[in-house]
């Protein structure tokens, strides 16, 4: 954001200054702001259409056709340089390296360093040009070295036949040298200011090679493990975020073949060695394929197809078609997406819960009731968790709108050229990024931060429209007193929008007090033992440990792990060394045998000579069996590719008892099985790298290091859940089975001393801090783990223990930040959650706090069923409940279509009214004082 507010407003100082000496300098100083930005986010780049057309209407004399060659150019160098300077020249300079140290048996670097030295010299020769010895032979020979340069390299190393190859090359060639023989001398300034700007945005974009010193220094985060240009150039082209159609690609219902995209180099011991090849995805060779391709993504892992058919009206079994791919872009990409964000910034906000369509959650409002409840009924009758007591719900009663479109309407009146231009940056950083990202639903988290330049943009307007409020009040209401209406337009502009902004806002974006996404990280850290593997879910998860140990030195002896790098090579290899306090890790296998694509994806069965009824030794599975060559384990592809086999789904992990119980793994009376029996669930066909690498590392560590977890939910595929032991927040494998795996298996008297004498809360002890969507997970995830730990107290016959530890986080997190009864979204997870603390209060005898749970679930899930209620035909909770039943099961129900929405949320919340009930005349021997309406 801040870059592109200092590029744009480079290109006005340019304008203001432009028929002056040296005022070039401007353009020069943003294509170097550019190139830094470029290590921050690609976003930037989308405002050089903008600025070229803020050069052409100063330097040309605008017409209709110029005008349209402008955007075109202004479109084309965005292309130029996200491919250009950005792929490339490092595509271009890792293809060098490989060439001097594989064919010229040079050191790692050198054709790297020589490739930079060729293009300063050629830049440093353009420069040079002087127009009293200006040719365009010269021009020719320099555009020529150029694309060789830049292109050969990347040329020669792309997929393809070599007559394929040739053809590229002699077409660009053909493009230099047709461009030498347009250009006249009277364009020279305009070339060397080309160059300059190309030098300059290198030179910021040179600020990655730090990550080249850095990554060799093989610090303790080092991620991609950048230490070779050709490393560097996958960590540029960003490969690790995939690859989606924009303009030509499938629907979901067909899935694109691969295609060879050349060889994959790695960095060996003295060359670069080929592990493989790339394969990437033909989105046009498929039946389907199409232009402006909305609905391409055929998973359904996050409700992808589910949001295709929802928002783009295909009936299960329909095929998409064109007019379906639009509605899909206009009412999800383009609203749901970018204008529901929008709206929030100049608008308002209905809460914090994540959107999915519905009209409760995160919905964009004005604040003026009747057309709010024309969209999404009646907002009175919302729960005060995501209404009036939620501090993302804004109100601006499209004020802001109102003022930037008054804005609009007075620049476009005032300066058309101005208009355009601003109108580009709002068009590039708004609805060209819906276009590029092409998102499937549903995304993870709501991404209106992708979108900060669209609302820089529109605070443009948002500027003029109080010189538009100015005219209006000078023409109609002080009859040409200039000073009187700039005062009184100044004034009611900046209380009726900044401060009122300001007003609604500052309690929902002030983060000042909050620390939990430090203290998240230090719960888990603090729950394993000394000397532990810690092997984290997500990256959201995992980032909070490594600060919590890089930054703030907390417990530097736990290996933290994240899962999903697990199933890269890069990563596994960084585990055989020392970090921090922490030793290597055994990985069981040699980097030879999991470089590059290799042992991806292990398929399971389809080897004979083995009986699937028994357990066979895990480490010598995958020592001997997947990690052989050995063709008797292995099949080849019709492509050609070499698959490693793992023919059993029943293996076992032996147990030494002597060192199991010598090194704290159990304690004293657990009852020690001989073996981890481990079933691989019948759901999966393949072992992705990441499983297989925590699979190896199991097996190798024989038990010398403790292995922790910040999630059972992904081991449960793997037969691993059921042995581990909770510590805290973080789970042990251990060689115990648990008594109880839907509570959890707690070692009670560790877990009890983690978290009561370890664990910190983000703060939230403290009055008025604000906790969204994604803070409210974790505090759930302390929450429930406080809830599991008590029940299993309680079951160890120590009340006394769990009212404590209940009672320790209720002093901890003040209901007012984070309160028991919360509507939320994902199948009303918090208030379940909830519920089990609630229980683990009446099982402990703590009766107090049992009623302040109660009645904060019960206030929350009675008005959740007033709202429902409300949204259709007046009827009892359970004619409700009974109608939303039978529509979850598919046999109709009477829900209105708005009440059809929240079906699952309808039915559990009246179960878990019911259940309040019930535990209450179990609990206490009285009946409520009011149940759910029948």
């Known amino acids: 954001a801040f870059f592109t507010a200092l590029v744009f407003w480079a290109i006005l100082k340019w304008e203001h200054h432009a028929d002056q000496p040296g005022a070039d300098k401007w353009i020069v100083f943003l294509f170097y702001m550019m190139g830094l930005s470029i290590g921050v986010h690609l976003l930037?780049?989308?405002?050089?259409?903008?600025?070229?057309?803020?050069?052409y209407f100063k330097r040309f004399k605008p017409t209709t056709w110029g005008?349209?060659?402008?955007?075109?150019?202004?479109c084309a160098l965005t292309g130029v340089v996200q491919v250009l300077v950005i792929q490339y020249t490092i595509k271009g300079a890792g293809a060098f390296d490989i060439f001097f140290v594989n064919n010229l048996g040079m050191p790692f670097f050198s054709g790297f360093g020589l490739y930079f030295a060729l293009l300063t010299g050629l830049l440093t020769w353009g420069l040079l040009f002087k127009r009293e010895t200006f040719t365009q032979l010269k021009l020719r020979v320099w555009l020529s070295l150029f694309v060789l340069i830049v292109a050969l390299p990347v040329v020669i190393n792309s997929a393809g036949g070599g007559g394929g190859k040739l053809f590229k090359l002699i077409v660009m060639l053909g493009i230099a040298i047709g461009a030498g023989y347009i250009v006249k001398k009277e364009a020279l300034p305009s070339f060397k200011l080309a160059l300059w700007c190309f030098a300059f945005m290198l030179l910021g974009y040179s600020t990655y090679f730090t990550t080249l010193i850095r990554s060799n220094a093989d610090v303790s985060v080092d991620m991609y493990n950048v230490d070779n240009p050709v490393s560097?150039?996958?960590?540029l082209s960003r490969d690790q975020y995939g690859d989606w159609p924009i303009l030509y690609g499938p629907d979901f219902q067909?899935?694109?073949?691969r295609i060879d995209g050349g060889p994959l180099y790695v960095k060996g011991k003295e060359k670069y060695e080929i592990a493989g090849r790339v394969s990437v995805q033909d989105w046009g060779g498929t039946p389907s394929s199409h232009i402006f391709p909305r609905m391409w993504d055929g998973g359904n892992d996050r409700g992808q197809v589910d949001a295709y058919r929802a928002f783009g009206g295909v009936a299960e079994g329909e095929t998409p078609t064109m007019a379906n791919n639009i509605k899909y872009f206009v009412s999800y990409q383009t609203w749901v997406m970018f204008g529901r964000y929008?709206?929030?910034?100049?608008?308002?906000?209905q809460n914090d819960l994540q959107g999915f369509g519905n009209i409760r959650?995160?919905?964009?409002?004005t604040g003026i009731s009747f057309i709010d409840n024309l969209f999404y009924g009646d907002q009175s009758k919302l729960p005060d968790t995501i209404h009036k007591n939620n501090k993302s719900y804004n109100r601006f009663f499209l004020l802001p709108i109102i003022l930037g479109l008054g804005g609009l309407v007075f620049q476009y009146m005032r300066s058309n050229r101005d208009f355009w231009v601003t109108g580009l940056l709002f068009f590039f950083t708004g609805m060209a990024i819906v276009v590029y990202l092409n998102q499937a639903g549903f995304q993870p988290r709501e991404r209106d931060y992708a979108y900060a330049g669209a609302c820089y943009a529109f605070a443009i307007w948002i500027g003029l429209g109080v010189i538009w409020v100015k005219e209006l009040l000078e023409k109609f209401a002080f009859k040409g007193k200039t000073d009187l209406a700039n005062y009184a337009a100044a004034g009611l502009c900046f209380l009726s929008v900044p401060v009122l902004m300001g007003s609604q806002e500052w309690d929902d974006h002030d983060r000042s007090k909050k620390t939990l996404a430090r203290d998240i990280g230090k719960d888990y850290l603090e729950s394993c033992p000394p000397n532990a593997i810690l092997i984290s879910f997500g990256d959201n998860d995992t980032y909070p440990l490594w600060y919590a140990q890089e930054v703030e030195g907390i417990r530097p002896d736990v290996r933290v792990m994240n899962y999903s790098l697990l199933g890269t090579d890069w990563y596994i290899n960084e585990l055989r060394y020392k970090v921090n306090e922490s030793g290597p890790a055994d990985v069981l296998f040699t980097p030879e045998q999991i470089q590059g694509n290799t042992r991806d994806a292990v398929p399971i069965g389809g080897i004979s000579g083995f009986d699937q009824n028994k357990y066979y030794d895990l480490y010598d599975m995958l020592k001997n069996v997947v990690g052989s060559n050995d063709p008797k384990y292995t099949q080849q592809s019709e492509e050609g590719d070499t698959y490693n086999f793992l023919p059993v789904r029943k293996l076992s992990v032996p147990v030494d008892l002597n060192t199991v119980r010598a090194n704290g793994t159990v304690h004293e009376g657990d009852s020690v099985v001989s073996q981890l029996q481990l079933n691989i669930s019948p759901n999966k066909n393949y072992l992705f790298k990441n499983e297989l690498a925590v699979l190896a590392l199991i097996a190798a560590n024989k038990w010398q290091r403790p292995i922790c977890f910040n999630s059972t939910y992904e081991l449960e595929d793997m037969g691993l859940a059921k042995y581990i032991r909770q510590d805290g927040l973080a789970g042990r494998l251990v060689p115990v089975e648990g008594k109880n795996l839907n509570m959890g298996y707690y070692d009670n008297d560790l877990a009890y001393k983690n978290m009561m004498t370890k664990f910190s809360f983000g703060n939230a002890s403290t009055p008025g801090v604000y906790y969204d969507e994604e803070n409210r997970r974790h505090l759930n995830t302390l929450r429930a783990a406080h809830a599991q730990l008590a029940l299993s107290l309680v079951d160890d016959n120590k009340k006394d223990s769990?009212?404590?530890?209940?009672?320790?986080?209720?002093h901890n997190v003040l209901e007012s930040n984070f309160p028991y009864g919360m509507t939320s979204n994902r199948g009303n997870q918090h208030n379940r959650i909830s519920m089990s603390f609630l229980l683990a209060c009446y099982e402990s005898g703590d009766q107090p706090l049992a009623q302040k749970v109660s009645a904060s679930l019960k206030k929350d899930l009675t008005q959740q069923m007033r709202y429902y209620n409300s949204l259709g035909e007046p009827m009892s909770d359970e004619q409700l409940a009974i109608n939303a039943q039978m529509a979850l099961q598919g046999k109709g129900g009477n829900l209105a279509d708005k009440q059809a929405q929240f079906a699952q949320d309808i039915l559990s919340s009246y179960q878990m009214l019911l259940q309040l009930a019930e535990w209450q005349k179990q609990y206490t021997g009285a009946a409520p004082a009011a149940g759910p309406k029948n």
């Open 44 to 55: 930037n780049l989308l405002t050089i259409p903008a600025i070229v057309m803020v050069y």
């Open 67 to 74: 005008t349209i060659l402008a955007f075109i150019v202004g």
């Open 232 to 235: 560097l150039v996958g960590y």
């Open 254 to 257: 067909d899935r694109p073949p």
């Open 342 to 349: 929008f709206m929030w910034n100049f608008s308002g906000k």
């Open 361 to 365: 959650d995160g919905n964009a409002i």
């Open 802 to 810: 769990a009212r404590k530890l209940l009672e320790n986080f209720d």
